[in-house]
C-alpha cells in the first residue's frame, strides 16, 4: 500500500488508513447522549428502589425537569463502554439496595440490553461539519478508514448507514473487540493489524482527549478536534495537531 499526503491545517503526513472516533466527532455527542440517556434513565428506574439520583451524579448527568440536560464530557457516561457502565451500575445497585451481587449484576445488564433495544439512534444523530463528506473523499481517493469507539457496533452500523454507507469502512473496532478501551493503544493496534499498515501511519481523529492518548500511546498521529477549551488543554500533552473542523483535513 503506498502512503498518502493527507494536510491537516498546515501540517502534512505520510498516512496508509484513517481511524475515526464516532461520538463528537461525526455526530454532536450531546444531542445523542442525551437521547441516550433519557431512555438509560427510564428504563433503570423500572429497577426497584433504583437510586436515580446518585446514578446521574456518578455518571456525570444533570437532569432538569426528569429529563438530561447536560453530560459532563469527562464523566462515565461520556467516556465508559457499555460494559464498564453496566458493571458501574451494578455496583451502585448493590450498594443502594444490598442485595446478592449476581442479582444486581444481571438486573444492570438486562436494563442495558433492554434501553439499548428501546434506543432509535436515528432520531438522535446530528452530524458534524464534515462528515459524511470526509468519508466520501476518502473513498474517492483509495484511503481505508474505519471507526474505533466506545460505542457498540450495531449502533455505530446504523449511525453510519443513515448519512453515508457502514459497508465501506474497513472495520468498527469496540470495547467488546479488544482487551482494553481507550486511552489503551490496543484499538489502534488492532486497526493496524486488520489493515495490515504500521500503527505510526495510522491517523486517529477524535473529538476525545482519550482519542489522542490512545494514538500517543500506540505511536500513531493523533488529531483532536475539541468542542471545548477545557477539552483542548487536556488534549495538548498527547496531541499531533489540534484543529476545529474535519473540514480541516485535504488530501
Do not use: H, M, Y
Given at each position: 500500500m503506498g502512503l498518502t499526503k493527507i494536510r491537516v491545517g498546515t501540517d502534512e503526513y505520510d498516512i496508509d488508513g484513517v481511524v475515526f472516533d464516532k461520538d463528537g466527532l461525526l455526530f454532536d455527542s450531546l444531542h445523542f447522549?442525551?437521547?441516550?440517556?433519557d431512555?438509560?434513565?427510564?428504563?433503570?428506574?423500572?429497577?426497584?428502589?433504583?437510586?436515580?439520583?446518585?446514578w446521574c451524579r456518578l455518571f456525570g448527568v444533570r437532569l432538569e425537569e426528569g429529563k438530561?440536560?447536560?453530560?459532563?464530557?469527562?464523566?462515565?457516561?461520556?467516556?465508559?463502554?457499555?460494559?464498564?457502565?453496566?458493571?458501574?451500575t451494578a455496583a451502585l445497585l448493590h450498594d443502594a439496595t444490598g442485595s446478592e451481587?449476581?442479582?444486581?449484576r444481571n438486573e444492570a445488564a438486562a436494563a442495558f440490553k433492554r434501553s439499548d433495544e428501546r434506543f432509535d439512534v436515528r432520531k438522535v444523530l446530528l452530524p458534524k461539519p464534515?462528515?459524511?463528506?470526509?468519508?466520501?473523499?476518502?473513498?474517492?481517493?483509495?484511503i481505508p478508514y474505519g471507526i474505533a469507539t466506545s460505542?457498540?457496533?450495531e449502533r455505530t452500523r446504523i449511525s453510519v448507514d443513515a448519512y453515508d454507507r457502514a459497508d465501506s469502512l474497513s472495520f468498527i473496532?469496540?470495547?467488546?473487540?479488544?482487551k482494553k478501551g481507550k486511552p489503551s493503544p490496543d484499538m489502534l493496534h488492532r486497526a493496524s493489524d486488520i489493515l495490515g499498515v504500521p500503527?505510526?501511519?495510522?491517523l486517529m481523529l477524535g473529538d476525545s482527549y482519550v482519542d489522542v492518548q490512545m494514538a500517543y500511546e500506540a505511536g500513531s498521529i493523533g488529531i483532536g478536534i475539541p468542542d471545548d477549551e477545557g477539552m483542548k488543554a487536556k488534549m495538548s500533552p498527547y496531541a499531533s495537531k489540534i484543529i476545529s473542523s474535519l473540514e480541516e483535513i485535504e488530501f
Open positions: 447522549w442525551k437521547g441516550l440517556g431512555v438509560r434513565i427510564a428504563t433503570l428506574a423500572e429497577i426497584d428502589r433504583f437510586p436515580v439520583e446518585e438530561v440536560a447536560d453530560i459532563d464530557p469527562n464523566g462515565i457516561f461520556a467516556i465508559a463502554s457499555p460494559q464498564e457502565e453496566a458493571t458501574v451481587w449476581g442479582w444486581c464534515g462528515f459524511p463528506d470526509i468519508f466520501r473523499r476518502l473513498r474517492e481517493a483509495g460505542d457498540d457496533a473496532i469496540t470495547p467488546a473487540d479488544v500503527a505510526g501511519k495510522l
